[in-house]
């Protein structure tokens, strides 16, 4: 490109150029051409910026120089990257000579459609290395001569930043990995997520980044190639480089999600698949396609990081090696952290370590016990070794033992990983070999199938090491942890939990939309291969088609004397239970990582102790239940001294859920909120937390109540979590609502906490008509769901002693709990406890309702039913 152009067509100039080279790329070209492409329009264009620049600033032309770092640097400018740019100056160049000069430079950029990042330093600011500005001296490594005083980049290249390096390198190593273990922190330190980010996810782009980085610190060329990078790391490479071009084309901004819809175009057109290009595949096959690469890149930074000499690991946190005191077994010793596989004898008879399932098999249980890794030799010979194995492995009880052993240990997942990546696993149990990356399209699990399984496996061995309860803040997610920890280290039988925890999802790889029969099923093999005897076959086998009722349970009212009976004949032994409600536990929270709130955890732990209580026991549990309420009564009654009788008299009718989850101190305030009736009818009390606030409203019943306080949280952005509904004799409500603040505008603006109370109380007093707060919070158009859920309306009259319960599933969109209870309420009914949850974007709400003080008959429920469904329909238009 000339000098002197236009802007205008300097911008239709570069326009121009990348329609052609997304043509190219439309029409086969490669992730590595397309890159280099763009790179090269953005020099062409750069360049004539800066002789333009120099013609009209003459100082320009000596003392300044014109650099291209960071990807720029790399000439990895994907379709939408941003243009890292460096202005470098001599100590003797007055900045405010050039500044403008320097500032258009950029701007005709920007103007040219180019997203442009510039920074200007002095060569003396290049001198020094700090950790607060890490990315910077990172940054440039990647640095590249585009234009300028051609001897000023050579003191830089050649003295500066070799001296840099030399003086600083561990601190820049040490840096470079702390960021490195932050970023994969922010995604689980997994690459198996359901939409990764293909740049900053493990195993992504910006792992292949650090992999140069590092072999520059060391003195390499970033591109030199080890030996074990291969045709499969270098394929790697190009595939995530074609994605990641795919991406941005696709989303025309640099958007490095691989979401569900972006996994579906690109396996419609075989993006990154040799010679199927523009075809289509299956998209799960895609994703596992997609995993095995990052895979590569992953374990080729894991190989790179374990050269780091051990003086470093101090701080390398995740990254560091354990490294545990030298020890031998035989065939193999541990090293450094590192497994060493003992040579290969020679001579007729001779076996391989390699090829012995015994020997294999410790190492991995060696894995599991101590956290150390396979050495790079080791890891090979393994690779080429599982069909020796498969010949030589021999089951019944003693496969069973050393599977166990590594089920057992600590670091079970770490060793599970290794085996599943290196086929061994799949070799012991083939049934997982289906869910082997399988992704899983529900809008509530963020991990792959597998990935999950493993994550729940540490999970678990998380809960052995938990500190002791007395020693830990009450109500703290440590504090659960501490509890159900004590339960797994009373388990009579661990090994069976982790077994079973290890098949419990393996179902999903077949399409019959009932896992857990499927699952059981397809265990019932392994289990006859292990020669597992029947009471532990059967114990393992009823876990897993029992894994879901636990969950399950907990969407209903926990503390119905019907639930809990319900629920214990379903599992009926204490051993049963105490497995069940661990695994439940480590369930949850293996979904994503705040899918295990405190809340949820108490109430887990509720359950567990009903039902543990209700297997104990043989006497009546309505009996213990008035029984606690009695006392309870008196411990009100010590906070308020004298008005025993008031208390008592307030709490008459209330039903035993809420007697049993309020603290004294809370049913003292809502007493003392009931005796200011007379002079207000709404009485609130708003408790803020950043997580999860709580409102409870006393007053007197009315139709639409509830209704209308969903609908007012509603209108405020506000996500109810679970919400609780009671009335006494006296029809005296008190009704609690447990919410998140979706768009943080509590937390952001402590000033709005008063006007939010005094909104809700304007709505429930009547003040203000809540179609007018609704009409003032009207938001943007609603996103298409990622999983479209079906709405299903079930009624049970089974599932307590006095209500009929109603289950909503539904799309969770706003207004939905404010339409069903508006709905139940014009039919009469009323809400005598509501549990809601939500899975993603599925809402799944529980009500338990009475018509009259009754149960509803059927016709009631049949034509309910038909108004919710109408309702809802109405709801998502």
Not at 85 to 107: C, M, T, W, Y
Not at 353 to 368: D, G, R
Not at 570 to 577: D, F, I, S, W
Request: charged share 30%.
């Amino acid at each position: 490109m000339q000098a002197n152009e236009s802007a205008g067509e300097r911008r239709s100039f570069y326009q121009r150029r990348m329609l052609e080279i997304r043509g190219a790329f439309e029409a086969g070209a490669t992730g590595a051409v397309t890159l280099a492409a763009r790179t090269s329009t953005v020099d062409e264009l750069a360049a004539g910026l800066w002789q333009e620049a120099v013609a009209q600033n003459p100082k320009l032309a000596t003392g300044v120089v014109l650099l291209a770092i960071g990807g720029y640097g790399r000439r990895e400018l994907f379709p939408y990257s941003d243009v890292d740019l460096l202005f470098l100056l001599d100590a003797k160049v007055n900045e405010r000579d050039v500044k403008e000069s320097l500032r258009r430079i950029g701007q005709e950029m920007w103007d040219s459609g180019i997203r442009v990042a510039q920074t200007v330093r002095k060569l003396s600011e290049c001198e020094r290395f700090s950790e607060e500005n890490a990315e910077f001296t990172i940054a440039m490594l990647d640095r590249r001569f585009l234009a300028g005083d051609v001897e000023l980049y050579a003191r830089l290249d050649e003295e500066v930043l070799p001296r840099l390096i030399e003086r600083d390198r561990k601190e820049i190593v040490t840096r470079l990995l702390e960021l490195t273990r932050e970023r994969h922190a922010k995604y689980g330190s997994t690459l198996f997520h359901l939409e990764p980010n293909i740049k900053d996810c493990p195993g992504g782009l910006r792992d292949i980044h650090v992999l140069g980085w590092l072999r520059m610190l060391d003195g390499a060329s970033p591109s030199t190639s080890t030996p074990d990078e291969d045709a499969e790391f270098l394929q790697a490479v190009e595939f995530l480089h074609l994605v990641r071009c795919f991406l941005h084309y696709r989303h025309e901004r640099d958007d490095n999600t691989l979401d569900w819809q972006a996994q579906d175009a690109a396996a419609g057109g075989s993006v990154g698949l040799n010679g199927r290009r523009g075809q289509s595949v299956d998209a799960a096959y895609w994703m596992r396609i997609y995993f095995r690469n990052a895979r590569s890149i992953e374990r080729a930074l894991k190989r790179s990081l374990e050269e780091i000499p051990q003086k470093n690991s101090r701080r390398l946190g995740a990254f560091a090696l354990k490294r545990e005191k030298a020890e031998a077994a035989e065939g193999f010793r541990i090293e450094r952290g590192k497994v060493v596989l003992d040579s290969a004898p020679r001579g007729a008879g001779a076996e391989d370590p390699a090829h012995s399932p015994e020997v294999v098999l410790e190492i991995f249980a060696a894995m599991s016990r101590t956290g150390c890794s396979l050495g790079r030799e080791a890891e090979t010979r393994l690779s080429h070794a599982l069909g020796a194995l498969s010949a030589n492995l021999e089951e019944g009880p003693a496969l069973w033992s050393r599977l166990q052993a590594i089920l057992v240990g600590p670091c079970a997942g770490h060793a599970l990983r290794a085996m599943h990546i290196l086929g061994v696993l799949e070799l012991i149990v083939p049934e997982f070999h289906g869910i082997d990356a399988l992704v899983i399209r529900d809008a509530y699990h963020r991990y792959t199938v597998d990935e999950h399984t493993f994550v729940l496996i540490d999970t678990l061995h998380e809960l052995e090491v938990a500190p002791p309860v007395a020693k830990l803040e009450s109500g703290s997610r440590t504090e659960w942890a501490s509890r159900f920890g004590a339960l797994l280290r009373e388990l009579p039988h661990p090994g069976l939990l982790y077994l079973m925890a290890l098949l419990h999802d393996t179902g999903k790889g077949r399409s019959t939309g009932a896992h857990a029969e499927e699952s059981a099923r397809m265990a019932h093999g392994l289990l006859a291969r292990l020669e597992l005897d029947s009471y532990e076959s059967d114990l393992v086998l009823s876990l897993i088609e029992k894994h879901l009722e636990m969950s399950a349970t907990l969407r209903r009212d926990i503390f119905d004397a019907e639930t809990v009976r319900a629920f214990a004949g379903k599992v009926q032994t204490p051993e049963l239970l105490r497995m069940l409600t661990l695994f439940t536990y480590a369930d949850i929270n293996a979904v994503h990582p705040d899918a295990l709130t405190p809340w949820k955890a108490e109430n887990l732990w509720r359950l567990y102790m009903a039902t543990a209580n209700y297997l104990d026991r043989s006497v009546d549990d309505e009996r213990v239940g008035a029984q606690e309420a009695h006392e309870l009564v008196d411990r009100v009654s010590a906070l308020l001294p004298d008005q025993r009788e008031a208390v008592a008299k307030f709490l008459e009718g209330f039903p035993e859920r809420y007697v049993l989850t309020r603290t004294p101190e809370q049913i003292r305030t809502h007493f003392r909120m009931s005796e200011q009736l007379g002079e207000d009818r709404v009485q609130l009390d708003f408790r803020y937390a950043p997580a999860v606030s709580e409102l409870t409203v006393v007053t007197p019943d009315r139709v639409f109540l509830f209704a209308n306080m969903t609908g007012a949280l509603s209108a405020w952005g506000m996500n109810i979590v679970t919400a609780d509904a009671f009335s006494n004799r006296n029809g005296i409500v008190v009704d609690s609502f447990r919410f998140s603040d979706t768009f943080r505008t509590l937390e952001m603006n402590a000033s709005e906490h008063e006007r939010f109370v005094k909104s809700i109380y304007d709505v429930m007093s009547g003040t203000v008509p809540l179609e007018r707060l609704l009409s003032g919070r009207r938001r943007g158009r609603r996103k298409a769901p990622k999983v479209v859920v079906q709405p299903r309306v079930e009624f049970n009259d089974e599932a307590s002693s006095h209500s009929t319960l109603l289950e909503v599933v539904a799309q969770d969109i706003p207004g939905l709990l404010r339409s069903l209870s508006l709905t139940i309420g014009a039919h009469g009914h009323n809400i005598e406890v509501a549990l809601v949850d939500t899975e993603g974007e599925t809402a799944i709400d529980v009500f338990y309702l009475t018509h009259g003080g009754e149960k509803l008959e059927k016709k009631q429920q049949k034509a309910l039913k038909t108004a919710l469904l109408e309702a809802m329909e109405e709801n998502e238009r």
